[in-house]
């Protein structure tokens, strides 16, 4: 029995893909659009075998049917439907470092140039990759898929299964890797879960918390229009003292250094705009039940954070509304889809033609491939991406802040925008005036808010 013919057809879709069909513009932009990509890039110590390489990449489509499936949108009932394992694109380049910048430089360079590319939903499998040779020691490895099947922990899981089938092709015995629930398996567990009790508990608590709450938006430079997004990753550090700070002030009150974080993006937010009801997104990984932790496919989360600042005097008071809201948030977490059923308005800001709403998250993926020599190579990811990309891929909407606490003691973050509706030098701006308030809070969490650093474009006094 071939494998295509195992496997159900007609399943239907999880409440995290409805997510994405709520933001579904066509096959040309939007969530389904061929540039909602997720993509990573890792450098390569050791000889590449591209034969081997491909065998490997077909290893992990056959591996993960996530990576092969699609989801049928033009009928009643959307519904998944997984496709026979196919080899993925493996695109092959000679990186030219003759201008003297240094390699690190380049293959971030090049990363980007992959992550500007395309996935359509319409190709299968969902998964491409990309290999830059320095020469015949040193490359360059991306892998993108399109997020409707992807996520960033899913990414992980790839090149860690990825090296291991490759090693395996190579010869060093067979691949090492867990048992794993396949992405169907968990849309059934999901909907399962969604008749328990205490989802009903949690469908009350969201429709309480967010009575009359919209999404609070930032102002952008120019009006929306229907032209397709062109977006861009602005990319930064945080240095030492605040990232250490950040994390020396979350031990001493039980919070999390996300806590801290949200807590100064939440200010920033009340300061851009003058709002006390602060009611922001961000993106958890979704992964609330541990069976879940090797399965590939897009179980990313959209959880709203509302909090309420018209009582705050001090960052303090701020940054204990905030752990307040974060522990109620996921102690309630359900699929954003069935939040949205209880509480519709929030959403309604998206269609605000002249702000945008902006999300916060901070990466806590685990990592796929940390340089240990597996099979004759070493894979190693880049997560010091500082070059800004003007091209980049898509998100559905808004403006989307990442942050990374990185192991060599700074944080490396983004802020992705589009670029029709907002400029570069604002998200520079944004982004000055996040890290200026988060340094002054943290190095006196009792001064008056009001004498915390502004905004360069604070709103005009009510």
Known sequence: MSVSETIPTGAPISSNQQLFCMFDKGNDQGAFGPRHIVAYGWRIAGAVDSAALRAALLDVVVRHEALRTSIVRDVDQPYQLVHPPQTPELLEYALDDSDQRPRDVLAHLFVNQIESGRCPVDEQPLLRAALGRFDDQDAVLVLYAHHTVSDGWSLQLIVRDLVQFYAARRGFGPPRLPELTQY????????????????????????????????????????????????????????????????????????????????????????????TDVVVPTISSGRVDPRFYDTVGPLLNFVPLRTDLSECRTFRDVLARTRATCLEAYSYEIPFSEVFAEAPGVFGTFADQDSAVHALEVFQFPVGADGTLVGDIKVSEMRRRLVTDPDTSDIPDGVLWALDIHPEGDMVGSVRFNGNDVDQATAVEWVDDYVALLRGALAAIDTPIGELPEPARAPEPR
């Open 184 to 275: 169907q398996d968990f849309t059934a567990w999901q909907r399962e879960e969604l008749n328990k009790d205490h989802i009903a508990v949690a469908r009350g608590y969201w429709r309480d918390k967010l009575a009359g709450a919209e999404f609070l938006p930032v102002p952008t430079d120019r009006t929306k229009t229907d032209d397709t997004g062109v977006y861009t990753a602005y990319r930064f550090t945080i240095d030492h003292d605040i990232t250490s700070a950040t994390q020396l002030l979350a031990k001493q009150l039980r919070s999390s250094p996300f806590m801290v974080l949200q807590g100064a993006f939440n200010l920033w937010v009340h300061k851009m705009t003058g709002v």
